[in-house]
């Protein structure tokens, strides 16, 4: 038996790969594993939203995905006698530095995280796959395997489950995972399309079901996915099976060859029962799975990682108490009941042959989707869902509203928005952030050295001055996943002293 870890993060997909980013951000000793041999190839997520560029810029590594992703792209939907066209850049949102969605292959995504984590001397141990676990004395005792068949335990304070669908993690700790599996039969192949035009999504809806085709790149030009209509032959996946859907949807516009990977599935709508028990935690896929339409799954799995991350390491590190792993469950979960939610409406409307539902699908969305998306006010409210920017932590115990709440601006629990420009990247360093606005002649360092006494390396202070996002004399305690923990009006910290205290242990 190796000595007892901090953490043990199990799987390394995007959940696994961010959090242990985070973990080694801030000095943690924990170990990352994954059964499978190499990355996976394939694609599956093709998207990543604004507010996940916005999470991993404190990686520095969300220059590289944006320069290897294609962040303007167009939907274009194929109507029998027309093309309406839908911008899927220029989201008309003004807070973020990424109005747009960046569509990157999820290998891609998976090959800049691992280069980081390689950068830092972080070795992913490949082959090694997590077979058993108990708790001992309030520690994981994880059995693991290797691929030549040796094995070795492990014990670690805390195990995270970034282990994907079918998770060990999950099933060794006794969590449920209720939920349902989806009817319908999808097909989905990466391969080469004659009669598309290139940079755009195109979609083709009919009253049976929807085909789409995505902008991959590689290991193909295209993604192709589409609803199997329900009277189409159910056999084995091949090319000329692909060909004949496509040419029910598209009229035999389009021809299909050299695919590089075809093959069918069903969906599940499932939410794990709990995020956490005793030293397990759950994130991503492990604790939610749902459509990919959206594009939430990926995108809300990394977030899930880098939300725990630093609660973890403030914890490991002495600094915090146990009290704030309990908010971790309690922030994350409402958010994956959500994404269940938004995207089994999504795709409900998107499979229903319900006549209404059809006649929408088929007729008025397409209508007046444009119509709608033209202001750029609507296409904001539209796309701040999907962009994930609108999620917060208002109702969680760790957001807290000084006594004279600021009268505008964003509130205890929200993500610190981009604004002014560059805002985001001031407090991208790891730690909390101090945010003084107003006058910076009122915040002189006697009035902050008891805030900051025994923390001064993981607060840094920022006076802002009039460049605030508030337009009031404020401030603000930025978290180290960029939410704000605490807002107050005036210049009076001593609000921010008693929510530290509750929080913090002071060195
Ligand atoms: C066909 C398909 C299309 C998709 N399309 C989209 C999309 O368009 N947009 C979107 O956002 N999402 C999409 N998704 C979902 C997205 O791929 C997942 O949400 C994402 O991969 C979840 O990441 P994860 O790290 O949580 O889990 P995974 O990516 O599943 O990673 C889990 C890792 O854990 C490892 N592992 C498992 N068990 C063990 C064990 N016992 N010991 C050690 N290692 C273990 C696995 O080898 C794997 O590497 C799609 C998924 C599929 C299958």
């Known amino acids: 038996m190796t000595a007892p870890l901090d953490v043990l993060v199990v799987g390394a997909g995007p959940t696994g790969l961010a959090l242990a980013a985070q973990l080694c951000a801030f000095g943690v000793r924990f170990r990352i594993v994954d059964r499978s041999l190499d990355r996976v190839h394939e694609s599956r997520a093709l998207a990543i939203q604004p507010r996940t560029l916005e999470a991993l810029a404190g990686f520095g590594v969300t220059d590289e995905l944006v320069a290897r992703g294609n962040p303007a792209m167009q939907l274009r939907m194929h109507l029998p006698r027309r093309v309406v066209r839908v911008r899927l850049f220029d989201i008309g949102l003004s807070d973020t530095a990424y109005p747009f969605l960046l569509f990157l292959s999820q290998a891609e995504t998976e090959s800049v995280l691992a280069g980081h984590l390689a950068g830092r001397g972080v070795t992913i141990e490949r082959g090694t796959e997590l077979v058993r676990m108990e708790v001992e004395d309030s520690y ?14 492990v014990e670690a304070r805390y195990v995270v489950g970034c282990d994907g669908a079918h998770s060990t993690v999950r099933a060794e700790a006794g969590i449920g995972f209720e939920g349902y599996a989806y009817p319908q ?3 989905l192949a990466d391969l080469e399309v004659d009669g598309l035009e290139p940079d755009a999504v195109h979609t083709y809806m009919t009253g049976n079901g929807m085909l789409f085709f995505f902008p991959l790149g590689s290991p193909a030009t295209w993604r192709m996915l589409a609803m199997l209509p329900p009277d189409a032959p159910d056999r084995e996946v091949t090319l000329p099976l692909l060909q004949e859907i496509t040419g029910r949807y598209t009229d035999n516009g389009l021809v299909l060859r050299d695919p590089a990977w075809m093959t069918d599935f069903r969906l599940h709508n499932r939410g794990a029962a709990r995020y956490r028990v005793g030293p397990c935690f759950l994130a991503g896929d492990a604790a939610h799975i749902h459509s990919p339409a959206g594009a939430q799954g990926m995108n809300t799995g990394i977030q899930d990682a880098l939300n725990l991350g630093w609660k973890l390491a403030l914890v490991c590190r002495g600094v915090s108490t146990e009290g704030l792993l309990e908010t971790y469950e309690t922030e994350r979960a409402p958010v994956g009941r959500v994404v269940r939610r938004f995207t089994d409406r999504a795709f409900t ?13 088929t007729q008025l969305a397409p209508r007046l989707a444009p119509l709608a998306l033209r202001a750029t006010a609507l296409r904001g409210r539209v796309f701040r869902t999907a962009s994930e920017l609108g999620i917060h932590y208002r109702h969680s115990p760790l957001s807290m509203t000084g006594t004279r709440p600021p009268r505008h601006g964003p509130r205890a629990g929200d993500r610190l928005p981009d ?9 991208a360093s790891t730690g909390w952030h101090l945010l003084l606005a107003g006058p910076p002649h009122l915040w002189p360092d006697e009035s902050l050295a008891p805030v900051l006494e025994g923390l001064d390396d993981l607060i840094a202070v920022h006076r802002l ?6 337009p009031d004399i404020a401030h603000g305690f930025v978290r180290p996943d960029g939410h704000l923990g ?13 929510y530290l205290a509750q929080w913090v242990r002071r060195a």
Do not use: H, K
């Not at 006549?355 to 699908?361: G, H, I, K």
């Open 486 to 498: 605490y807002v107050a009006r005036g210049a009076d910290l001593e609000g921010l002293g008693a």
């Open 140 to 153: 994981g005792v994880c059995r693991m395997r290797r691929g030549d068949g040796t094995e070795e335990t």
């Open 349 to 361: 409307i998107g499979t229903s042959g319900n006549p209404a539902v059809r006649l929408a699908r």
């Open 419 to 427: 604004l002014p420009r560059g805002l985001q990247t001031r407090t």
């Open 185 to 187: 039969t999808f097909l």
């Open 465 to 470: 001055g009039e460049e605030s996002p508030w």
